[in-house]
């Protein structure tokens, strides 16, 4: 009898523990700055989306053993450039633009962005993306609910397509100088050795055209490729184009040509002048002798007091 009460007290324990583990852990709470999706995760339960815990909530209970996927709540950005100290945790990245005129431009910019945070777009966004993985830059595969590394593999693998596939779409069309006032001076030194010339717009006018043209693009591309609205807000700055460097040598190099250009022909004009000058100032000497005399005594030294001009003895004896 006791051996029997014994293996009961023991089985209840054992049942009792994961019990109370279960019931401690199903109180769940959200920070300012996230939301959370909420999966049935019990011994007798599903997978499905059991509820939504809004963002800055108190404790609340979610069941024994569910599953808590915290996502951002509040406005995100995703930086593309090529200063590590500005870069995601994805690294140091630019997108390579082939402009249409055959040069690589290195495009960086920043995407703005909020995730939808209505009840029903998240337990679709959650069913879509938060049950898989990605994988992150350490090759860790991690959930778009990992934190910040989870959201950034997510969203590298699953956003950033779209995104490149719109800066090609709209850059692609533009020739390099359109956008990089610099690359008109390879252009016209091209064209005038071929006695052409080319005229050059306005950089940020064109930019400005490229950042519209790439936001209605992803408004469009964007919930078409990832099956909802699940991103409002979505706005994308273009930060920088840059050339590759081989080009950005060429340009260098042509800028400091046309200074040494612009520096002797500088020079030339000087001189013309100086030499317009002198011949206008001979001339009036030859029609007045006089005034090439006083000419000569204004420029001797001060203290002079004997002066014999056309005399080959005369002796100039400084004051004392």
């Not at 007045?288 to 004997?306: H, N, R």
Request: proline residues 4%; charged residues 20%; hydrophobic residues 40%.
């Amino acid at each position: 009898m006791r051996i029997t009460l014994s293996v009961i007290l023991v089985l209840a324990a054992l049942l009792a523990i994961p019990t109370v583990i279960g019931a401690i852990g199903g109180l769940e709470s959200t920070e300012g700055g996230e939301i959370a999706v909420v999966r049935d995760g019990g011994w007798f339960d599903d997978n499905q989306v059991r509820q939504v815990i809004d963002p800055g909530s108190g404790l609340t209970w979610t069941g024994m053993w569910s599953s808590v996927h915290p996502y951002p709540a509040q406005q995100r950005f995703y930086t593309i450039t090529a200063d590590a100290k500005r870069a995601t945790t994805l690294g140091v990245d630019v997108v390579t633009v082939p402009s249409s005129d055959g040069v690589n431009l290195g495009i960086e910019g920043t995407l703005y962005f909020t995730l939808n945070l209505d009840h029903d777009t998240l337990k679709r966004f959650d069913d879509k993306y938060g049950t898989r993985t990605y994988r992150a830059q350490n090759d860790e595969s991690l959930a778009a609910w990992d934190g910040d590394d989870g959201w950034s593999a997510f969203f590298g693998q699953a956003v950033r397509p779209v995104v490149d596939n719109a800066l090609r779409g709209q850059l692609g069309n533009m020739r390099c100088a359109e956008l990089v006032p610099s690359c008109s001076l390879l252009a016209n030194t091209a064209l005038k050795d071929q006695g052409g010339d080319i005229k050059t717009q306005g950089s940020n006018t064109n930019i400005t055209r490229v950042q519209n043209a790439v936001n209605a693009t992803l408004a469009r591309d964007l919930p078409e490729a990832l099956g909802g609205e699940f991103f409002t807000g979505l706005r994308f700055t273009l930060a920088k184009v840059t050339l590759p460097a081989e080009v950005q040598q060429a340009v260098d190099r042509s800028l400091a040509a046309n200074a040494a250009v612009s520096e002797a022909q500088a020079r030339v004009a000087q001189a013309k002048a100086e030499s317009a000058a002198n011949q206008a100032r001979q001339e009036g000497y030859d029609k007045c002798p006089a005034c090439a005399e006083i000419d000569k005594l204004k420029s001797l030294p001060q203290g002079i007091t004997v002066y014999a001009p056309g005399n080959p003895q005369s002796i100039v004896v400084p004051a004392r």
